[in-house]
């Protein structure tokens, strides 16, 4: 199957395309600010409430008769490019396929090396995440603003999380020989540019958190034009940008009270280390990439998440402050002893967590929301920068394809380290309401995450998805899920170049994420919880149809509350969402009969953590069978606090070969 790297076939369309919205985008742009300047956000208001009534007023009586002059005028134009742009849709491709030619800049993809299925196996990290990108007189009826600003940070927050190194902690101790914490994202702060691994003593902290301080959208501008000085790091074995620390003890890795505050003295490189915990600390680590200055959760950032990042600071440890103005800083919290780092329910087999950051060596995303074409394209200049593949603007337009009119495409956009094989695009026939005007879908592809000694390839299916969202749609989301099956099936056949007798490829995984837009608690969404896709899929969440495992929370955030003190920054909504009541207080649940729609202060009690609509799926049908796939850890993560009202998930799977190391 060819990739479709231009919207066009020939650059004559494309020409032509241009012009036509060239000519339309006036109009757009001033309906676009004229409703934005009458649908202010909750943190505008805040921000005008020390300013004088009148003066808000009185720009828009100055700006609104402006707007509509020049929108009248613009109005002929537009006509005529609408006439233009409208026809040119039937010859439009279904996405466009995006691929990094210049590598220096793809820090994170240059160095994945190929699997070739030897050893134990290996991990794939999936992400999936709801932004919001919509034109900014629409976004605002969710409380938030400034589209295109807010598509250049999302970027930079999930490169930044997905770069940081992964760290294992393994706890070597006589009387215990379980994995401690196991595969979970952590923070190292590096001392040196060099690229090699290193076996140190070193304190362990535990911190919290980060905390957000600002965000100087523009300050990375220069950053991230420059060339990152120092070549990246070789690959170490299997795991790309993994940290291991060993931990030899007595006491099964669990520090006194006199050692848990020796961990706050910091070793020093050109002296002997004085080792804080009981036994020898062990550090291999191999760095993701030399990261850019400036950039939020970079490896030189003193923090990390209270669940799942671990400090290990080496050397002198300074920092020159000049080095971090004007750029996304955090800071370290509470420090607490490594041995708390234990699963709440300890029934599960994987671990999961409330993480202030995306996880490391993230390997493939799905983003829904990304309506808007510029800040598509924002989003993706960023998100090149880790990912060297990338699949967006996914849809169809005018009535090409579907049954109404489209406006806007389907908002989704897939972005991988690993190549894409195989693509494909199916636009939902069946919208309603507002939703009829967006070519919502669903998103299938094939990539290629390595090969057999015996040159099979080992590929992996992704399908990403947004399902009907208005409330009380049961039968339309129903019948979506149904082709949404059909629809995969169909994919994975054409695709397919194996035979049973002589297997060409192997599958390692089969993923479907997306914002489905019903939960598993509440009881207007009975059909879709008992719907025959979670028969063939595993949701690593949930128990059964009406009940979720107890540490699953809610994924839609309650826009009134976007901006407050409180939720606005990761670590404070990482901290907020950690206990039940700051949960009920900023997330939205089943609705229900017995109790008011208003977020804070109800009384009523509610059932489950949150409404859980976004979901990260996967089967162990029709995957090689020698081949076993298991969840790793999943996380909800608050990252992209104040820029979405989502929660992005992610979830690590692991590929079981069943063969020993060589």
Known sequence: MV???????????????????????????????????????????????????????????????????????????????????????????????????????????????????????????????????????LARFNNVFNTQARAKEIGRRIRNGASRPQIKIYIDSPTNTSISAASFSSLVSPQG?????????????????????????????????????????????????????????????????????????????????????????????????????????SLDSYSASRESLVKVRVGDGTVDQSTVNNKLLYKASIMKKTSVRKK????????????????????????????????????????????????????????????????????????????????????YPNGRGTDSLASKGALFLKVQVGSTPQDQRIVGYISCTHLQAIAGDTTVRCEQLDMLQDWLSEFRKSTSSSSTANPEELVAFDVICGDLNFD?????????????????????????????????????????????????????????????????GYLVYPTSKNHSSSQKGRKASLKGNGRRIDYMLYTEEGLYLEWKVEVEEFSFITQLAGLTDHLPVAMRLTVSTGEDDP
């Open 520 to 584: 598993n608690c509440s009881s207007e969404d009975k059909l879709e919880q008992q719907h025959s896709l979670f028969t063939h899929y595993k949701d690593p969440c949930r128990i059964g149809p009406g009940e979720d495992k107890p540490w699953a929370i809610g994924t839609l955030l309650d826009p009134e509350g976007l901006y407050d003190e409180e939720v606005c920054t990761p670590d404070n909504l990482q901290k907020v969402l950690e206990s039940e009541e700051g949960r009920k």
């Open 3 to 137: 990739l479709y790297t231009s919207p066009f076939p020939n650059s004559f369309l494309s020409v032509l395309h241009s012009f036509s919205w060239g000519l339309i985008f006036p109009c757009y742009w001033l309906a676009d600010r004229l409703v934005a300047s009458f649908v202010p956000t909750t943190y505008e208001k805040r921000q005008r409430a020390d300013d004088p009534c009148y003066f808000h007023a009185l720009c828009i009586i100055i700006t609104t008769p402006i707007y509509l002059a020049l929108l009248v005028a613009s109005l002929p134009f537009a006509l005529i490019g609408f006439l233009l742009w409208s026809p040119l849709q039937s010859a439009r491709r279904p996405y466009i396929y995006s691929r990094l030619e210049d590598k220096s800049h793809a820090n994170g993809a240059t160095l994945l090396t190929e699997w070739k299925a030897a050893g134990n196996g290996k991990s794939f990290c999936f992400g999936s995440a709801n932004v919001c990108l919509l034109p900014d007189s």
């Open 193 to 297: 540019g060099d690229n090699t691994n290193r076996t140190v003593n070193a304190g362990i902290k535990r911190t919290t958190s980060m905390e957000y301080k600002g965000d100087n959208s523009g300050s990375n501008n220069s950053e991230d034009s420059r060339e990152d000085k120092g070549g990246a790091g070789e690959p170490n074995g299997g795991e790309e940008n993994t940290c291991i620390v060993r931990i030899n003890g007595e006491d099964n890795g669990h520090m006194s009270d006199t050692e848990t505050d020796a961990v706050n003295g910091q070793a020093h490189a050109s002296g002997p280390a004085e080792p804080s915990l009981e036994g020898d600390v062990e550090i291999s680590k191999t760095p993701n990439h030399k990261q850019k200055e400036g950039d939020s959760g």
């Open 344 to 427: 709440k329910h300890t029934d599960e087999t994987f671990d999961h967590e409330i993480s202030a950051f995306f996880p490391a060596n993230l390997d493939f995303l799905c983003l829904q929301e990304v309506f808007d074409k510029r800040a598509a394209e924002k989003l993706k200049e960023q998100l090149h920068h880790y990912f060297e593949y990338i699949v967006y603007d996914v849809g169809v337009y005018s009535c090409h394809g579907c049954c109404s009119f489209k406006f806007v495409n389907s908002g989704l956009l897939f972005a991988s380290r690993y190549p894409v094989m195989d693509a494909a695009y199916h636009c």
